[in-house]
């Protein structure tokens, strides 16, 4: 069964410290990887987009890495700022760009206190 | 350029009643998504128009659900009835090419649906 697991499901960090978010998926076959950001009462924005030949993808603070032979994933934020506080999603292709090949994980909640 | 519109951000309707959700994709993007996300689970397909056909209408829940994109521009998402377990929020995404690499995915805000 194609899932994406994500770890923590929430996580209170304050204000200019990083964090690291986990990602572990069994879809099959894989294409690609993404992150999304998901603000409250908004849409997911994309982060990084990461194929299987990538292992790392920077986005300013923003640092996705992938094993894909151990299927885990995670994203790294450095030095974090309050507007970091929402939903970061997980999400699996099994096709180049195919919305509806795309296998989404729970997200992680993060919120950043001053 | 604008993004992928949707409307109404919320709606609340009482169970047997009919909704309407409409997205409006950024314009010249061929391929239109609809998916939803339930209380405490991930966010879902429902379907997929390229232009105005149904490409792929595999994660449709049920025939309550009716979708059209008439013309190949906005879309529609019609819930008839509506029944509790349709709460949740619709997104709406839209991408200019499939198969393509970096050719993202641009969503919209989502509409809230409650129904009660």
């Known amino acids: 069964k194609n899932q994406v697991e994500q770890s923590p499901q929430s996580l209170i960090i304050l204000e200019g410290k990083n964090c690291t978010l986990q990602c572990n998926y069994t879809v099959s076959p894989f294409s690609n990887l993404r992150w999304y950001k998901q603000d409250t009462g908004r849409g997911p924005v994309s982060l990084t987009i990461m194929t299987f030949s990538e292992n790392t993808k920077s986005n300013g603070r923003y640092t996705a890495t992938l094993d894909a032979d151990t299927k885990q994933s995670s994203l790294h934020i450095t030095a974090s700022q309050l507007s970091d506080s929402a939903s970061y999603i997980c999400?699996?292709?099994?096709?180049?760009?195919?919305?509806?090949?795309?296998?989404f994980g729970g997200g992680t909640r993060l919120m950043v206190k001053p | 350029e604008a993004g992928v519109t949707q409307f109404p951000s919320h709606s609340v309707i009482e169970k047997g009643q009919t909704v309407t959700l409409r997205c409006d994709p950024i314009?010249?993007?061929?391929?239109l998504y609809w998916y939803r996300r339930v209380m405490g689970k991930e966010i879902k397909f429902l379907l997929h128009f390229v232009k105005e056909s149904k490409q792929d209408e595999s994660g449709m829940p049920n025939n309550r659900f009716l979708a059209e994109r008439t013309g190949g521009t906005y879309s529609t998402l019609k819930v008839q009835p509506a029944e509790l377990e349709d709460s949740g929020v619709y997104f709406c995404?839209?991408?200019?090419?499939?198969?393509?690499?970096?050719?993202?995915?641009?969503f919209g805000n989502g509409t809230r649906l409650t129904v009660t």
């Open positions: 314009s010249g993007h061929d391929n």
């Open positions: 999400v699996v292709s099994r096709h180049n760009n195919a919305g509806n090949m795309l296998t």
């Open positions: 995404a839209s991408s200019q090419q499939t198969g393509v690499y970096n050719s993202p995915l641009h």
